[in-house]
């Protein structure tokens, strides 16, 4: 099984297509030079988009295994609804819906969960600063996550 993980561009968008799986990686992969643009930032979240009539349906894989934190860290985050033996690693904004939903680290002995699935066709993916670009913790970033079109039901 090959796993492909979407190239940071200047668009930040990406088209979520039915049975085709792709991921973003939690550790920013390009080397834009320029820090404040970073896709998953605030001003810049990932744009997910699947056909109209579809759903985008999103997982996540943490390699990280530590699925703990020591104190609530929520620096640039709308909210943190993670419990307190998680790390959120950003959150989904739907707006079809007015839905945030937090992405949470996984228990120590489980490496996948399912996230979300959209209401409408488009969400957005912001993701934790502290948690993507801290050069002294590369464990934290250690995670994908996965996305693909759904036919709605």
């Not at 992405?103 to 969960?113: G, L, N, V």
Request: hydrophobic share 30%; with cysteine; charged share 20%.
């Amino acid at each position: 099984m090959s796993l492909l993980v979407v190239e940071e561009d200047r668009t930040c968008q990406i088209s979520a297509q039915v049975g085709s799986r792709l991921h973003i990686a939690g550790k920013p992969r390009s080397k834009l030079g320029d820090n404040s643009f970073r896709c998953g930032s605030r001003s810049h979240p990932w744009m997910l988009e699947a056909q109209i009539g579809q759903q985008v349906n999103i997982s996540l894989l943490d390699f990280s295994g530590h699925g703990r934190r020591t104190q609530p860290d929520t620096r640039g985050l709308v909210s943190d609804d993670c419990s307190p033996a998680h790390v959120q690693y950003g959150y989904i904004v739907d707006k079809t819906n007015k839905n945030n939903v937090s992405i949470c680290s996984t228990d120590d002995h489980h490496r996948h969960k399912h996230v979300y699935q959209s209401a409408g066709n488009l969400i957005e993916i912001v993701t934790n600063p502290h948690y993507t670009t801290s050069e002294d913790a590369d464990t934290s970033r250690n995670f994908l996550l996965a996305f693909e079109g759904k036919f709605r039901l």
